[in-house]
């Protein structure tokens, strides 16, 4: 079965500073999807990026950027120039591609604090 | 822009209550997900419906039902509350991955509804 591991369960970050979330997952998988979602304090949870396993290069939505290592089963997300509008729980998930499957795994999150 | 919207933010219910959580998405999704949501446990699937009257259970189906009679509308019922069901509550939607065109759509969330049982 699927796991995702993200190992910090808070982060702080000083404005306009940069921060990288971690997030790990163990899959025997060669195909599937990666996301970081992004859930602020009493609001919905929104995606902020997806990667895609059998694109080797890393996505990138303006200031956040992931580093995506298949070999190592990482997929970290950079966030450029914090904001403070950028804290927020933040949720790593795993998405198989395989015909049947639906599920979504998700990691237990990363709070992250922006000091300003 | 994709709404998800639930029926509630906040809710108390007693012990042996029976509750429903409603969620309405108005995006013609086929895909609709109830998940529940503790502190260091992350996101958690109790339910999946993948059209109307179908449903598939998750990761902790147990103590909760679901109903789907409508596509937009999916419904998280607890038979019996118990105070282990104290969580906020999380719906979902996506679109059904589709044919020939690989896409795996992201989820869109509702803004969650905190339950809690005493």
């Known amino acids: 079965a699927q796991t995702v591991t993200q190992s910090q369960p808070e982060m702080s970050v000083q404005e306009a500073e940069t921060v990288t979330l971690s997030c790990t997952y163990d899959?025997?998988?060669?195909?599937?999807?990666l996301f970081w979602y992004k859930q602020p304090p009493s609001r919905q949870m929104i995606l902020v990026i997806r990667?895609?396993?059998?694109?080797?290069q890393n996505a990138t939505e303006n200031r956040f950027s992931v580093n995506f290592q298949k070999a190592a089963k990482s997929f970290s997300l950079k966030i450029s120039d914090s904001q403070l509008g950028d804290a927020a729980m933040y949720f790593c998930?795993?998405?198989?591609?395989?015909?049947?499957?639906?599920?979504?795994?998700f990691g237990t999150g990363t709070r992250l604090k922006v000091l300003a | 822009d994709v709404k998800v919207t639930q029926s509630s933010r906040y809710l108390v219910k007693r012990t042996g209550e029976k509750v429903f959580l409603e969620c309405v998405q108005d995006?013609?999704?086929?895909?609709m997900f109830w998940y529940r949501q503790d502190p260091g446990l992350g996101l958690r699937l109790i339910y999946f419906?993948?059209?109307?009257?179908?449903?598939e259970k998750g990761d902790i189906p147990e103590g909760y039902s679901v109903s789907r009679e409508k596509k937009e509308r999916f419904s998280l019922i607890l038979e019996s509350a118990s105070t282990n069901q104290t969580s906020m509550y999380l719906c979902?939607?996506?679109?059904?991955?589709?044919?020939?065109?690989?896409?795996?759509?992201?989820?869109?969330f509702g803004p969650g509804t905190r339950l809690t049982v005493t």
């Open positions: 979902a939607s996506s679109l059904v991955e589709g044919g020939f065109q690989r896409a795996i759509y992201e989820q869109y």
């Open positions: 995006m013609d999704h086929e895909n």
């Open positions: 998930a795993y998405r198989s591609v395989a015909s049947g499957t639906y599920k979504y795994i």
């Open positions: 419906s993948y059209d109307v009257k179908m449903k």
């Open positions: 990667q895609e396993a059998y694109k080797q």
């Open positions: 899959t025997s998988e060669s195909d599937y999807y």
